[in-house]
């Protein structure tokens, strides 16, 4: 058996066979997901309102928080990424996040959320309830504090027979083990001679 070489980029294939294969190989190369729309993954420009996503909304994307004052954020699902940028005096939820969780120049903000890592740079009194799978990490940031993620939606939870919640859907969904918690295991990258940032 031999075999010819075809240039499949060609438009003057004249062997059938390879004219099929071909249109196989453009048809598999097709892109069939569903376009994304960034706003979509964003919430940013707000001040004095509450606003979130619901289950489902995001599915595993990266989202972005950015440029908010005094508003309350949430965000009832899995997500793969969160940034938040220049928040003042907000309230920020946020459902587990498999990756990194990264807050840069924000001020006055609770924040309560579940993520694979958290890292904070040139922040101020931010009053975090976490839940982290790596060390938490501050860097640039003072009058930090930390407390144990504590908190329940739908999908996050489920009540086991013995009256006691156990985290499994979205948090399973994150890649998220919820028996590695190192919320207060803070290191700081910026530490001031003396005292502590957090």
Known sequence: MTFKKVDLWSDK?????????????????????KKVDPAEYTIENIKNEEV????????GQQFIIQNCESSKIYLFDHINTVTIDDCTDCSIY?????????IRNCKNCTLVAASGQFRTRDCQKINTFLYCQTKPIIESSIKMKFGC????YPQLNVISPFNYLIPVDHFKKSNLNIFNNNWSEIHDFTPVEGEKNW
């Open 13 to 33: 294939i004249q062997d059938t066979t390879a004219r099929s294969v071909k249109q196989l190989f453009q048809y598999t190369l097709r892109d069939k997901r």
């Open 52 to 59: 979130g996503r619901l289950p489902g909304s995001i599915n």
């Open 94 to 102: 946020i459902g587990p996040v498999a990756g990194s969780l990264f």
């Open 149 to 152: 993620f504590q908190s329940n």
